[in-house]
């Protein structure tokens, strides 16, 4: 099995020129070594459970069984024999045997090292080409895109990070990151996490991802550094037992894991998150245990908690210039748009036919945002026509995208009006929003699979590029503005093309083995939308 469940870009010049190696020095090493033996703990403390409800009836069947094993021996020599071992008094000397309890990274202390090969006298072959040569294969250009993806395979959870050439034609996995469950979400900062917030400068940027997965805990890690072992924070309980920037020690014994809702951190798997890009310290998140938590990452601690809705919320999404203002979808049927100054306070609710999928902001038109939903249906609202009850909910339009659930959504962040949606059905669409209502500009199988994610990228000089993946566990970009329907539809919102592309391109990893399956064909483009009864309500014939 291989799949990816979620994906972003990171904007160009926002990955350093040449990533950082993953360093263990003193200070990291006490780190990891304690987080390590908390979750070792934990696996303990949970085996522990499963085994003493159920072992009693056999551990009492097996001491019988061996009891009546010896008395087959003599018990005069056994007494001699283990008699010079003093085993009775075995755990009251203690003296010479204290100190730190065997680990994962227990010896590490006691290995000899070299800060460099030059000075280490065994080696006699140095590897400065070598260094060298790895060196610029790490590295980033300005020109140049990270992807994040979040895949499984083989049921190993990682994040897959890609660099992309546009000028190149070329998509390449840069590095990886090893991750503890099946990845769900993923969510570019800007913020350096898990710092000293005394030694960091209040302007300073990073190149960070926020990774939602089925447990309940958040974790932060650095995408300039390569090879790394544990995520630079956690949010959540996970996080609470591990040593702070403020000194606090690490707790010798881990509380249990709350299975109960409640205001300081999650307890089912996170769905969704969303960083304010103007409060750049504060992060919301969403979760499968009906709560939206927002997360002061100075600190990594949840600021507030809120509980708008009645099942699980799958989709948040901040204002693009009411900075306090959060809209979250759920399971529940409904959107709401809540101020997060004011958790008490009755917010706006938006009722819709199925579950939410998506609840987006419309960038370009700041009182508009989408919703997608399980049925196949986009629906556009007015944040300023608030229904009495949310099933007296009205749209401004509403479209029948596709046949099966809007899996991804995408709304252009350069272009005005440019659409991308993606389905279980295999299909990825794309859409031209007028002030007449929406209408289709090209359908498109790019053999991915069922899809799961559909990503424009954010900056200007590459603002068609559309990336997009699934669960055949493949990424691809989509250079949209290869196709003539889509420069037909958009020239007037872009600046011209240099010359006339001939060809449709899409970038993707090369693989070793060209044995992968076609799945479906090209479809033509233009297919053909109709209004039905003069409404904007909209079907593909």
Known sequence: MSMITASLWVPRGAAAFFPTKYDIDEDELARISKLAKIQLEDAKEELD???????????????????????????????????AYDLEHYDDNTNGREGETMAMFGNVRSLAYHDSNADDPYITMQDNDDENEEREELQVLATDNMIVAAKVEDEV?????????????????HHDVMLPAIPLCVEW?????????????????????????????????????????????ILGQGGDDQKSGGGQEVKKKKRKRSKKANDDYHVDAILSLAANRQHRNLLASS????????????????????????????????????????????????????????????????????????????????????????????????????????????AVWTLQAHDESVSSFDVNPVIPGFLATGSTDKEVKLWNVQPTGPSMVISRNVDVGKVFSTKFAPDPEVAFRLAVAGSKGAMQVWDTST?????????????????????ERIVGVEE????????????????DVTVENGMDSMDED
């Open 512 to 527: 070793d083995s060209s044995d992968s399956e076609e799945e479906g064909g090209v479809e033509p483009g233009g297919a």
């Open 157 to 173: 959870a990682h994040l897959e990070i890609y660099v992309y050439e546009d000028e190149a034609d070329n998509l390449y996995v």
């Open 483 to 503: 196709n003539a329907a889509v420069r037909r539809a958009f020239a007037s919102r872009v600046a011209p093309t240099n010359g006339d592309m001939k060809e």
């Open 287 to 394: 979760s499968a245990d009906k709560t939206v938590k927002l997360w002061d990452l100075n600190t990594t601690k949840c600021a507030k908690s809120y509980t708008h809705h009645t099942d699980k919320v799958c989709s948040i999404a901040w204002h693009p210039r009411e900075t306090t203002m959060l809209l979250s979808g759920s399971y529940d049927r409904t959107v709401v748009a809540a101020d997060m100054r004011a958790p008490d306070a009755k917010a706006p609710r938006w009722g819709v036919e199925s579950d939410v999928e998506t609840a987006m902001w419309d960038p370009h038109h700041s009182n508009y945002f989408y919703i997608t939903t399980e049925n196949g249906i986009i629906h556009n609202h007015d944040v300023r026509n608030v229904p009495v009850t949310p099933e007296a909910s009205k």
């Open 189 to 233: 900062l800007d913020l350096p996490v898990g710092k000293d917030i005394n030694a960091v400068d209040a302007d300073s940027r990073g190149n960070y991802v926020a990774v939602g997965t089925f447990e309940p805990d958040i974790e932060i890690w650095d995408l300039d550094t390569i090879d790394s072992m544990y995520p630079n924070a």
């Open 49 to 83: 459970d499963a085994k003493n409800g159920r072992q009693e009836d056999t551990e009492r069947e097996d001491s019988e069984a061996e009891e009546g094993v010896r008395l087959h021996q003599s018990q005069a020599d056994v007494d001699d024999d283990l008699k």
